[in-house]
Structures are given as structure tokens and as C-alpha cells.
């Protein structure tokens, strides 16, 4: 087991542990998941990585195991997730305190006993804001978050999860409260032009192939960036920093799973922050189709690939389906610097 599994696999267990014969409900568990492990909010196999943690707990008795015929899911997309967890051996009298917002809370902080249904983190994290807030010197200046949290909490990123969750959400906390602001996870790239168009590709090879030809021919591409590969899935928030303005990203990538599942879950989440929106460089990829270069690979489930390939236009669709459900997969860097200069259209 790795220590991202057991770390999530413990924070599970503690939100459930911590709500008594009610169990915890489904929202329990993404709030706790996301608080030790916030890259998951933006993972395309989130459930699949909740669902695996609970099996885990359940054949370790950790948590109660829950009949498939009685218990409830939610479907709205695969697997299915169980809507409550419960804790083994819960005494049906027991009842979990309700939490308590400390008496001495600041003004500011006054909104949150508005809130219906406080939970135990939600308390947890308002005792921990109110004592940075007591002793906080107003000509301290603003620092990036994870600098913020770890002063607070003593977890560098227990902040980034708290700022997607309802004391964010509602206005009860805020960066301008906290005295913080977000740092976008920065990028390798190359200006070759003025223009407002970025072209990123997910290896460092193809990378160094498309600078070289757009330095000679820019193609109406302002920027080309290194993705990085999985690493883009949080760097695409830089494209807010650049100067000028990025309005499109092209992506190009290897056709594989995590090749595809990339630049989908980075797009959602430039989305989130109103970044430029991630779209395909169709004339490369239909370049890579056409390469004789095919490797082996696991058949990829035709379930899977359907959501998989919904980032792709309808006219790459059918053909990078068949590739991936019949067992084999392309790296991009068949559209290699040679084939790059001769290709009339990368988009």
C-alpha cells in the first residue's frame, strides 16, 4: 500500500469513526478525502480511488461493510459510491455530540452561527482561524495559502481543501480574511509570438520539437508549454500569468488513458478559476492517428473510453476508440520535429 492509500484510508476512518450509528454520508467522506488529499478534487479516478479505500477499511473491519442489495448508491457516474458508511459495532444508543462553536468567537467570523447543521471539521477549522485571527497583527502582509495554512493548522494544505468547501463558499472565510493569496504552480514554457493562443505538450521531447518549429513559424501560437504530463492537471492555473493573456490552449498529447484524462481534468479545472479553456489540437492528433506506431497496451473498457474520448471532437472519436478498446495506444512523439514541419494544420 502507498502513503497517499493509507493516508486517505485513515482520514476515512476517522470521519466515519466520528459519526456514530448515523454513519458517515457521502459528503462526509469527499470533505474528508479532499482535506488530506486535496490534488483529488481534480483526479478523473477519484471515485475509484474512494471506492478502493472503503473496500480496504470494510475487509479490514474498519468500517461496516454495506450489503449491495440494501444498502444506497449514487450513480451518477461510475463506480457507484455508497451514500452512508457506518462504523463496526456502532451501539445503536450511541449518539454523536453535537459540534460547538467556541464562545469567544471573533466578529468576523460571527456569519457561522448562522449555518444549519455545523459539522466537527467545520468547528475544527473555525477554533483554529479564530485563535490566528486573535493574535494576527494587521501589518503582517498576505503570503502565499500553503505558507498561511501551515501557520494555522500546521498542514500546508489543509487550506487549499478548506477554500473549495461551504465556509468558503458562503463568505465565512475568505483569502482577504486570512490575509493569503493563491500561487498557480508554474510551467516551463516559450513566448514565440504575440499572440493569445498557447499549444502544450504533455512530453519534454515534443515539447522541444514544437518550439523549434515554431520559432520559424509560429502558427498563430503566442505560447508553447511544457505539460508536464499529469503535473499540468494543477499548472494550468498559470495560464492567468502570462502576458498577454492566453484566450485558447491547444493540448497534444500521448493517445492512452492518462494521456486523454489529462488535458480533460485540467480544462475543468481552468475552468473552476477562469482560466483559458483546454481544447484539442485536432490536426496533430489526427497526425498521430494516422502513424503507424501503435503500441501494446491492456484493452481499456468501452465504458471508460466513452468518457475518455467525450474530450476529443465526434471526428477523432470512433478511431481513438477502437485503439484504446482493442488493447494498444500512441505516444505523441510519432509527430515527431519532421513531422511537425510538414504538417499543414496542427488544429
Not at 478548506?162 to 493569503?180: F, K, N, P
Request: proline fraction near 7%; glycine fraction near 6%.
Amino acid at each position: 500500500m502507498s502513503e497517499a492509500e493509507a493516508a486517505l484510508d485513515s482520514a476515512l476512518a476517522v470521519a466515519v469513526a466520528a459519526t456514530g450509528r448515523h454513519g458517515a454520508s457521502l459528503e462526509d467522506l469527499w470533505h474528508a478525502a479532499f482535506a488530506v488529499e486535496p490534488e483529488l478534487a481534480s483526479s478523473v479516478d477519484r471515485r475509484a480511488r474512494l471506492l478502493a479505500s472503503l473496500e480496504r477499511l470494510a475487509a479490514s473491519g474498519r468500517i461496516r461493510p454495506w450489503p449491495a442489495r440494501r444498502a444506497r448508491f449514487e450513480h451518477s457516474s461510475l463506480p457507484s459510491l455508497p451514500l452512508v458508511v457506518r462504523a463496526p459495532g456502532t451501539p445503536a444508543r450511541e449518539r454523536p455530540s453535537r459540534p460547538v462553536l467556541p464562545a469567544d468567537l471573533r466578529p468576523e467570523l460571527g456569519s457561522a452561527r448562522k449555518l444549519d447543521r455545523i459539522r466537527a471539521d467545520e468547528v475544527a477549522t473555525l477554533v483554529a482561524v479564530n485563535e490566528f485571527l486573535r493574535d494576527l497583527d494587521l501589518a503582517r502582509p498576505s503570503v502565499p495559502v500553503r505558507e498561511r495554512s501551515l501557520e494555522i493548522f500546521g498542514d500546508e494544505k489543509r487550506l487549499e481543501a478548506i477554500r473549495g468547501q461551504r465556509l468558503y463558499a458562503i463568505g465565512v472565510l475568505s483569502d482577504e480574511l486570512l490575509r493569503c493569496f493563491e500561487v498557480h504552480p508554474p510551467f516551463v514554457f516559450q513566448r514565440v509570438s504575440d499572440s493569445s493562443t498557447a499549444l502544450v505538450l504533455e512530453n519534454h521531447h515534443t515539447y522541444d520539437s514544437a518550439c523549434r518549429v515554431l520559432k520559424t513559424d509560429p502558427r498563430d501560437i503566442g505560447v508553447a508549454v511544457y505539460g508536464a504530463g499529469r503535473a499540468f492537471c494543477a499548472s494550468v492555473t498559470y495560464l492567468a500569468n502570462l502576458d498577454p493573456a492566453v484566450k485558447q490552449a491547444y493540448y497534444f498529447g500521448d493517445l492512452d488513458s492518462a494521456g486523454l484524462s489529462i488535458p480533460a481534468s485540467a480544462h475543468l479545472v481552468g475552468q473552476s478559476v477562469g482560466v483559458a479553456p483546454v481544447v484539442p489540437a485536432v490536426g496533430l492528433y489526427r497526425a498521430l492517428l494516422a502513424s503507424p506506431h501503435r503500441r501494446p497496451a491492456g484493452p481499456v473498457p468501452a465504458v471508460v473510453v466513452a468518457g475518455l474520448i467525450a474530450w476529443l471532437p465526434e471526428e477523432l472519436q470512433a478511431e481513438t476508440s477502437e485503439l484504446l478498446t482493442s488493447g494498444h495506444w500512441l505516444p505523441q512523439e510519432a509527430v515527431g520535429l519532421e513531422v511537425m514541419s510538414s504538417l499543414g494544420l496542427w488544429f
